[in-house]
Each structure stands twice: as structure tokens, then as C-alpha cells.
Nanobody, 113 residues
Framework: QVQVVESGGGLVQPGGSLRLSCAAS??????MAWYRQPPGKQRELVAA???????NYADSVKGRCTIARDNAKNTAYLQMNSLKSEDTAVYYC?????????WGQGTQVTVSS
């Protein structure tokens, strides 16, 4: 059974940093990705990383966020720096297998002074 668990969210001041973690288990995962859903808006891709380490980022976070993964631990990380109020959202991890995608429950990130 596949499980996906996010952690690391919280309240941070503008300009601050957070590191999110996504721990997955139960399968081999090709791409691991972070999405976010701001209040009242649609879910959007933040960053994704393949098993081989290829990365892509949303334009809104380029230069401020870094995605990484540890294949041995089936864990992906999202380091977020220079956070802005518009980064406030629920952040979700999505992992892809050969059969289907799986989502975590999400972790809240609030950027506010």
C-alpha cells in the first residue's frame, strides 16, 4: 500500500525559509512533485524531480526554491527561501508509479508577519 506523508509546514515571516519533506513508501516512484493550492485558487505545480534527478520549477518559485530527493529513503524535499505572502498555500506532494499517481494530505504553509 502506497503512503505519502508531507511535513515541515508552518508559519513563517516574509523573507524566511522552510523545508518541506515528502516521505513515500510502498512502491518505486518515478517523479516526485510538490503542488500547492492557495486559498480560493486552483492547485498548481511548484516543482518536480525525476528519479534520475531532472528538475523543473514553476516560474513563480525559480531562484527561491530547490527540490531534491533521496531515492534510498523515497523522500523528496522542497527548500523554500525568500518566502512571500503569495506563497501561502496548502502544499501537496504527488508521487508517480507505473500504474497511477498518489497524493499526500498536504501541509499548510503560511507566510505572514
Amino acid at each position: 500500500q502506497v503512503q505519502v506523508v508531507e511535513s515541515g509546514g508552518g508559519l513563517v515571516q516574509p523573507g524566511g525559509s522552510l523545508r518541506l519533506s515528502c516521505a513515500a513508501s510502498g512502491s518505486i516512484f518515478s517523479t516526485m512533485a510538490w503542488y500547492r493550492q492557495p486559498p480560493g485558487k486552483q492547485r498548481e505545480l511548484v516543482a518536480a524531480i525525476t528519479r534520475g534527478g531532472s528538475r523543473n520549477y514553476a516560474d513563480s518559485v525559480k531562484g527561491r526554491c530547490t527540490i531534491a530527493r533521496d531515492n534510498a529513503k523515497n523522500t523528496a524535499y522542497l527548500q523554500m527561501n525568500s518566502l512571500k505572502s503569495e506563497d501561502t498555500a496548502v502544499y501537496y506532494c504527488k508521487v508517480e508509479t507505473a500504474i497511477r499517481d498518489y497524493w499526500g494530505q498536504g501541509t499548510q504553509v503560511t507566510v505572514s508577519s
